[in-house]
């Protein structure tokens, strides 16, 4: 008996040291943002990138289940449940199954959880990491499946969604749990547990055009947010618009859109520096435009692109780690992995 009781208390008392020891995951997705959107972005910025600092690189194949090139919904699903599934399709795999996916599981463990974005929130990329539904463009379901969500905060545009609806429903009067902010000040001062802060009633402009708050400032507010939670937490922050920018095939945006980013892979990365116990991913769901970079000048920091396509391209994307369990991210490997990696990370 005694035996027993004591096998019990190292039992429990390993079981309490683990779940203290997990880890923060802080998973950044630069839509769009292939080598060459890196490689522009750094010497436009005095050929200096945060990604510098980061301790292992790997090569992520992103065709998704039937097609080589993959939208954001099919790799933001392989990336967030480590399945692939159809182009359009968010969080169903080809059978027809809902999937968990890594915020869930996190949320199961006992993470508080925060996703950002400067598109709208219910737009592909952040929805794979809540909704599940057969097409990426019912934005009103989508909405639906983010009020009913345990989610504890959120910040990006698309306001219109939970309050114009055909329903008739105003989803924000519904989310009773949530506090509603107009700025991220009022983030910080707050003791409420679930946030929520539309920055635009529908898609955010793009920063050339004046987006506020910067992606670099949500991203250090919702941090201490996490922090004063005091449980480990998952955060996805997705540079959106690097993606449009692409598809656009406008230098001038995708520089400005990516020296965002950069700017908000510094700020984790100082953080994590300081954490010791965060893992921080930067990835990307695929290439956007077939960018090629064909001059420019060193001097004057100045990069001249040219694009192949208006659409995606089927290149591998990079994957950068830094902090408790990086390593397993190296190699090359289908974007699926980027989940069971990081799944890895938080059970092993
Ligand atoms: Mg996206
Ligand atoms: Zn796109």
């Known amino acids: 008996m005694r035996q027993l009781s004591i096998l019990l208390a190292v039992l429990i008392y390993a079981e309490c040291n683990s779940q203290e020891n997990l880890p923060n995951i802080i998973l950044l997705i630069g839509d769009g943002t292939g080598l060459t959107q ?23 194949k992103t065709h998704s289940f039937d097609q080589l090139i993959t939208d954001s ?33 996190c949320q199961e463990k006992g993470y508080s959880t925060a996703l950002l974005a400067t598109s709208s929130i219910v737009h592909a990329t952040p929805a794979s990491f809540y909704a599940k539904v057969k097409s990426r463009y019912q934005y009103q379901d989508i909405a639906l499946q983010l009020s009913e969500h345990s989610l504890d905060l959120f910040i990006g545009g698309g306001k219109t969604h939970f309050i114009k609806r055909r329903d ?93 980013f950069n700017r908000t892979i510094a ?17 990307a769901d695929h290439e956007t435009g077939g960018l090629a970079l064909s001059g420019g000048s060193l001097k004057k920091n100045t990069v001249k692109g040219v694009f192949s396509m208006e659409g995606h391209s089927a290149t591998m994307v990079p994957v950068f780690s830094y ?13 699926t992995e980027i989940f069971d990696k990081m799944l890895m990370a938080i059970t092993k």
């Open 168 to 260: 008739k429903r105003n989803l924000i009067n519904e989310m009773t749990e949530y506090e509603f902010v107009n700025n991220l000040d009022q983030i910080v001062n707050n003791n409420s547990k679930k946030m929520a802060y539309f920055t635009y009633m529908e898609e955010p402009p793009s920063r050339l055009e004046g987006r506020k708050p910067a992606l670099e400032d949500m991203t250090s507010t919702s941090i201490r947010k996490m922090e004063s939670l005091g449980k480990p937490f998952f955060m996805m922050i997705e540079g959106s618009q690097i993606d449009w920018a692409g598809h656009d095939n406008d230098m001038k945006y995708l520089l400005s859109e990516f020296k965002e």
């Open 73 to 105: 919904a099919a790799s933001g699903t392989a990336i967030a449940s480590g399945v692939k599934t159809y182009n359009r399709v968010i969080g169903i795999n080809p059978k027809n199954i809902p999937q968990k996916n890594i915020l869930e599981i």
């Open 38 to 60: 890196i490689s522009s972005g750094m010497y436009a910025n005095n050929n200096k990138t945060a990604l510098e600092s980061f301790e292992y690189i790997g090569l992520s």
């Open 267 to 283: 700020r984790v990365i100082e953080y994590a520096k300081k954490d010791r116990n965060t893992l921080v991913i930067v990835t």
């Open 323 to 335: 902090g408790p369990n990086a390593e397993i991210f190296k190699g090359i490997y289908e974007n």
